[in-house]
């Protein structure tokens, strides 16, 4: 069935570093792919989607590449902040149905000063 | 500012007792869904509706049930039936169905077994 893969985590990392944290999925059409992230006690935000090969989203400094050959969306931003720290989910959805979202298990950042 | 809000964020239950969480949203969004989220691990599906007075049971719909009533409000009933309900259960909603609207997500509740 249709998955979505991320990297263990925690990853740790001081501020200023570069973040990457692997996503790959496993789907039988072509998805949509999102990254949400949440921070501590609440909810998911949406942080940024790509809706087909080759498309990058972006923002917040934030940015993934839609990569339908690797079957990937690896997020990554250049330079982390200690307020940056929190889990972040990687997931799918199919057009035609009823926007069902697949998660993965999420990746915790923590980023210390 | 438009929003989903969910209530209680904290909910005790007692063994056999049935509980309600809210989900509330001014987003005039026909679409909403509920989630449970368990420690490492991603969120999964509970029950989803699509319009008013319609729901379909999601990937864990055992143990739950819902209503929708009106267009802003989706309850969340835990019964006695779901045996392991200690969980942190967002609820999440979008314009339409079919053509990727992102999800917007309320704080959560977190329900645990007195």
């Known amino acids: 069935g249709d998955s979505v893969t991320q990297m263990e985590g925690p990853v740790t990392l001081s501020e200023e570093a570069f973040l990457t944290i692997n996503c790959t999925y496993t789907?039988?059409?072509?998805?949509?792919l999102f990254w949400y992230v949440q921070y501590p006690g609440e909810g998911l935000q949406l942080l940024l989607k790509?809706?087909?090969?080759?498309d990058k989203g972006s923002n917040k400094g934030f940015e993934a590449t839609y990569r339908k050959e690797t079957t990937s969306f690896h997020l990554e931003k250049g330079s982390v902040q200690v307020s940056d720290s929190a889990v972040y989910f990687c997931?799918?959805?199919?057009?035609?149905?009823?926007?069902?979202?697949?998660f993965g298990a999420g990746t915790r950042l923590a980023v210390h000063p | 500012d438009g929003g989903i809000t969910q209530s209680p964020k904290y909910l005790f239950r007692k063994e056999g007792q049935n509980v309600t969480l809210s989900c509330e949203q001014n987003?005039?969004?026909?679409?909403m869904y509920w989630y449970r989220q368990d420690p490492g691990q991603g969120l999964r599906l509970i029950y989803y509706?699509?319009?008013?007075?319609?729901?379909q049971k999601g990937d864990i719909a055992e143990g739950y049930s819902v209503s929708r009533e009106k267009k802003e409000s989706f309850p969340l009933t835990v019964t006695s039936a779901q045996k392991n309900p200690t969980a942190f259960y967002l609820c999440?909603?979008?314009?339409?169905?079919?053509?990727?609207?992102?999800?917007?997500f309320g704080d959560g509740t977190r329900l645990s077994i007195l």
């Open positions: 790509a809706t087909k090969a080759d």
């Open positions: 987003l005039n969004h026909d679409a």
């Open positions: 509706s699509q319009i008013v007075n319609d729901f």
């Open positions: 999440a909603s979008s314009y339409g169905v079919g053509d990727n609207q992102p999800q917007h």
């Open positions: 789907a039988t059409g072509y998805p949509s």
């Open positions: 997931a799918l959805s199919f057009s035609g149905g009823y926007n069902k979202l697949i």
